[in-house]
Each structure stands twice: as structure tokens, then as C-alpha cells.
């Protein structure tokens, strides 16, 4: 694929995701709705060894044991507070925010993880599938 950028407000964290994504998730986890404020947030994820590259300073790092029971250190920029992604080493896995990529259209999610947490007011997309609670990373993981 052809590489992709993305950077957090101010530029002062600049990246790049040289892989296809593993996948386009909208996340309706509680963590995600409060990192990103809104009812679920936009996760592009590639392989975290080599799927993403930081092209400038390093971001700031906050550490957390997710619902699932897994390390996922969430990174953000010291100057604006942007999210830019997420690093989950059990499973390779770096959680971009997908809408930091300068490509806008590249993001098209076809996923909805922990739907359950989604406030009742919000309309599902159910042209894509859906999963209440549980990732499909969580048991479709084989390596
Ligand atoms: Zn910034
Ligand atoms: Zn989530």
C-alpha cells in the first residue's frame, strides 16, 4: 500500500503507517468514548513492529490495563493533547486514530467493537458488523 501520514493538531508528533490496516474499528468501548469524547472512537490498526512509524518527538505515553486484561499504552502530544495512537504489545498492535491521518477518505471503518457501551440514542450502522462486547482480536488471535 501507499504509505499514509497523520500528525496531532499542533504537528509536533508526525507519522506514518507503512502497512495495510488490520483493521478500521469504530470503538464503543468506555476508555475510547473518553479519550476521544464522543461515542466511540476511530481505530485504524497496523502492526505496531511494522506497520507505524514516528517521523518526530516523542509523544507523551499514559499506561492502562484495558477491560480485556491487555497493556495498551495510550500516546499523545505533549503540547496539544492529541491522541495519535495506541500500543498494544500482546498483539502487535498499534491502535492509530484514524481521522489524524491527512487522508481523510482512507478511513473507512467496517467494524463496531463493544457496541454494548454505546448510548441508546446512537444509531448503529448495521451495514457493518457488529460486536457487543467482545474484539475480534481477543479470539481470533492464533500467533
Ligand atoms: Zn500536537
Ligand atoms: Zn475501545
Not at 12 to 35: G, K, L, S, T, W
Not at 59 to 67: G, Q, T
Not at 77 to 98: F, Q, T
Given at each position: 500500500?501507499?504509505?499514509?501520514?497523520?500528525?496531532?493538531?499542533?504537528?509536533?508528533?508526525?507519522?506514518?503507517?507503512?502497512?495495510?490496516?488490520?483493521?478500521?474499528?469504530?470503538?464503543?468501548?468506555?476508555?475510547?468514548?473518553?479519550?476521544?469524547?464522543?461515542?466511540?472512537?476511530?481505530?485504524?490498526?497496523?502492526?505496531?513492529?511494522?506497520?507505524?512509524?514516528?517521523?518526530?518527538?516523542?509523544?507523551?505515553?499514559?499506561?492502562?490495563?484495558?477491560?480485556?486484561?491487555?497493556?495498551?499504552?495510550?500516546?499523545?502530544c505533549p503540547r496539544c493533547g492529541s491522541r495519535v495512537w495506541a500500543e498494544i504489545p500482546e498483539l502487535d498492535l498499534a491502535s492509530v486514530s484514524g481521522f489524524a491521518l491527512e487522508d481523510r477518505e482512507h478511513f473507512k471503518p467496517t467494524i463496531n467493537y463493544h457496541t454494548k457501551q454505546a448510548p441508546e440514542w446512537c444509531l448503529i450502522d448495521t451495514t457493518m458488523t457488529s460486536y457487543k462486547e467482545q474484539e475480534i482480536l481477543a479470539t481470533d488471535q492464533s500467533d
Amino acid at each position: 500500500m501507499k504509505f499514509k501520514k497523520g500528525k496531532c493538531l499542533c504537528g509536533h508528533i508526525v507519522f506514518e503507517v507503512q502497512a495495510d490496516p488490520i483493521y478500521m474499528v469504530n470503538c464503543f468501548c468506555r476508555d475510547c468514548q473518553i479519550v476521544s469524547g464522543s461515542q466511540f472512537y476511530a481505530a485504524y490498526g497496523v502492526s505496531l513492529k511494522s506497520g507505524l512509524i514516528n517521523l518526530s518527538n516523542e509523544p507523551s505515553s499514559y499506561r492502562i490495563i484495558s477491560a480485556s486484561g491487555r497493556e495498551n499504552t495510550r500516546k499523545f502530544c505533549p503540547r496539544c493533547g492529541s491522541r495519535v495512537w495506541a500500543e498494544i504489545p500482546e498483539l502487535d498492535l498499534a491502535s492509530v486514530s484514524g481521522f489524524a491521518l491527512e487522508d481523510r477518505e482512507h478511513f473507512k471503518p467496517t467494524i463496531n467493537y463493544h457496541t454494548k457501551q454505546a448510548p441508546e440514542w446512537c444509531l448503529i450502522d448495521t451495514t457493518m458488523t457488529s460486536y457487543k462486547e467482545q474484539e475480534i482480536l481477543a479470539t481470533d488471535q492464533s500467533d
